[in-house]
T-cell receptor
Framework: NAGVTQTPKFRVLKTGQSMTLLCAQD?????MYWYRQDPGMGLRLIHY???????AKGEVPDGYNVSRLKKQNFLLGLESAAPSQTSVYFC?????????????FGQGTRLTVV | AQSVAQPEDQVNVAEGNPLTVKCTYS??????LFWYVQYPNRGLQFLLK??????LVKGSYGFEAEFNKSQTSFHLKKPSALVSDSALYFC?????????????FGTGTRLLVSP
């Protein structure tokens, strides 16, 4: 019963490096989300997807790109990492739509950009 | 735009005592309200929700929350705290009939239950 799995769990990047965070869900959910969590700021939505092949911007999309080539996977990319992107990143998935009242979260990826 | 305020960064309570974690919200129209809990090095876990109906909502692990429309509050409560309840708690809100992507989270309240 995996649920939502994020890879990797920890990463340290140098400024300017690129990386991709992978989120995989096995619940056949249509909707997937990427959040960042910063101290004193709660969770903020970066990008989300309402289905395979679709993506949309959230509250803080700048500096990130996403892709949803397969229904079960949602990738978050940082093309040129900056120290301001040091954060804990959470992926979530859900059934979606106005009837959706909860989502399932992964364990998080702690990213440090030096 | 909707917003959530959790006025306390940390709440300290002794095991066996009742606990309250406060949340107030601002949203256009009627709200969907949620509480999530985050244990160390884990993702958020759903605790309970209010959509409509009874103002007192019961959730997981013995938690409950009371919706008060006039005070725009949704405080989380538990009659008797356990040490294992120590965690970070998030309140969240979105307008009725909108998708999960419209959910706005509070800044979180750390609950510390002492033995």
């Amino acid at each position: 019963n995996a649920g939502v799995t994020q890879t990797p769990k920890f990463r340290v990047l140098k400024t300017g490096q690129s990386m991709t965070l992978l989120c995989a869900q096995d619940m056949n959910h249509e909707y997937m989300y990427w959040y960042r969590q910063d101290p004193g700021m709660g969770l903020r939505l970066i990008h989300y997807s309402v289905g395979e092949g679709t993506t949309a911007k959230g509250e803080v999309p700048d500096g990130y790109n996403v892709s949803r080539l397969k229904k079960q996977n949602f990738l978050l990319g940082l093309e040129s990492a900056a120290p301001s992107q040091t954060s804990v990143y959470f992926c979530a998935s859900g059934k979606g739509g106005a009837i959706d009242t909860e989502a399932f979260f992964g364990q998080g990826t702690r990213l440090t950009v030096v | 735009a909707q917003s959530v305020a959790q006025p306390e960064d940390q709440v300290n309570v002794a095991e066996g005592n009742p606990l309250t974690v406060k949340c107030t919200y601002s949203v256009s129209g009627n709200p969907y309200l949620f509480w999530y809990v985050q244990y160390p090095n884990r993702g958020l876990q759903f605790l309970l929700k209010y959509i409509t109906g009874d103002n007192l909502v019961k959730g997981s692990y013995g938690f409950e929350a009371e919706f008060n429309k006039s005070q725009t509050s949704f405080h989380l409560k538990k009659p008797s705290a356990l040490v294992s309840d120590s965690a970070l708690y998030f309140c969240a809100v979105r307008p009725l009939n909108t998708g999960f992507q419209k959910l706005v989270f509070g800044t979180g309240t750390r609950l510390l239950v002492s033995p």
